[in-house]
């Protein structure tokens, strides 16, 4: 796969407004194709970017269960499960866009998911850079959807709980020895006085890439439910993770 970013962390804290603006911006940086990987069982990030999905790959697995004994003649598993994938690849101009969909069901997944994170590894070498939009916690991480990460972005809003979660999660993810270039931390909805919480901050012992200020145009941009492409440059949190995209695409 190309360069691969998570964001990860506590519900609630932007994650995936900040993985929307990561790729508008590795857009305007030529960056494209991006593959964007939406792996939160409340799938938005089509939203955030302006794609409506074509399917998931909760309905690839459910379809497989529902027909593992009727494949077409001659075919194989993996054959089967492949076309299925790129059948539910939404594709876009700059961005191609991949739903994971509902949690997996009953019945025994570690074959297919064997399948098929070896034929999603197989689709991302075709991207220069692949953004994952996790859902709380570390479930899709912990089940190593992707066998590494090159960067991954813990999201924690002004509170201590988020932040002391994010710390958490760093710890999950060693204790895991998951394949994890860089890990850092970013405030998002922060006033320009972090003071208060640094101790908590330094506390996660993780290096702090980026803080995020309140911004009425991304709240007024989220009710409308519209894309990050139609946020004004000049924007605050535009600006400032622009200079966060800075540092992952220099790293």
């Not at 590795?26 to 990030?45: F, G, T």
């Not at 459910?62 to 499960?81: I, R, S, V």
């Amino acid at each position: 796969m190309g360069h691969i970013i998570a964001t990860v962390g506590k519900g609630g804290t932007g994650k995936t407004t900040l993985a929307s603006l990561l790729i508008r911006h590795l857009v305007r940086l030529n960056k494209r194709p991006i593959l964007a990987i939406d792996a939160d069982a409340n799938d938005n990030l089509g939203d955030g970017i302006g794609m409506k999905k074509a399917g998931s790959i909760a309905w690839v697995t459910d379809d497989f269960f529902k027909n593992k004994a009727n494949f077409p003649e001659g075919m194989t598993k993996e054959t089967f499960l492949e076309q299925q994938l790129n059948l539910v690849l939404t594709e876009g101009k700059d961005v191609d866009l991949l739903v994971m969909g509902h949690p997996e069901g009953a019945g025994c997944y570690c074959y297919i998911n064997n399948i098929l994170r070896a034929q999603m590894e197989k689709l991302g070498t075709n991207y220069p850079y692949v953004v994952v939009d996790n859902e709380a916690g570390m479930e899709h991480v912990s089940r190593r959807t992707t066998r590494r990460i090159d960067t991954m972005l813990l999201v924690a809003d002004f509170s201590a709980k988020a932040i002391k979660a994010a710390g958490r999660i760093k710890e999950v993810a060693n204790e895991l020895a998951l394949e994890v270039n860089r890990m850092a931390l970013v405030l998002n909805r922060a006033p320009a006085d972090i003071s208060p919480l640094a101790k908590a901050v330094e506390e996660t012992g993780l290096p702090l890439w980026a803080t995020l200020p309140n911004s009425a145009a991304v709240l007024e941009n989220d009710i409308q439910g519209q894309s990050v492409f139609t946020l004004p440059d000049n924007d605050p949190v535009v600006t400032a993770t622009g200079e966060l995209v800075g540092k992952i695409v220099k790293g």
